[in-house]
């Protein structure tokens, strides 16, 4: 399953962010801006994965920095 959560527009540049995964391996975010993208792990809950990604879409979070806020966020 891949789910398309929204775009953000900064300066020009484009990000799109993507919740896939599956109830059994669990539910990863992508964030992808024209070549880069960045996948990282978060839950095995669907709706909280959903809810993270929006948020990562509010705040325009850019591929590069997704690693480092989801680590931020489990150590929290």
């Known amino acids: 399953m891949v789910k398309f959560v929204g775009n953000a527009d ?8 993507y919740v896939f995964g599956n109830r059994k391996t669990g ?3 992508r964030i992808c801006s024209g070549e880069e ?14 809810a993270l990604a929006e948020q990562l879409r509010r ?3 850019f591929p ?3 690693s480092e806020i989801i680590e931020d966020i489990a150590i929290s």
């Open 10 to 17: 900064i300066a020009g540049r484009i990000l799109k962010y």
């Open 59 to 61: 705040c325009t979070v």
């Open 37 to 50: 993208v960045s996948e990282h792990f978060f839950s095995r809950n669907l709706s909280e994965t959903f």
């Open 27 to 29: 539910y990863w975010v």
């Open 64 to 66: 590069f920095n997704l």
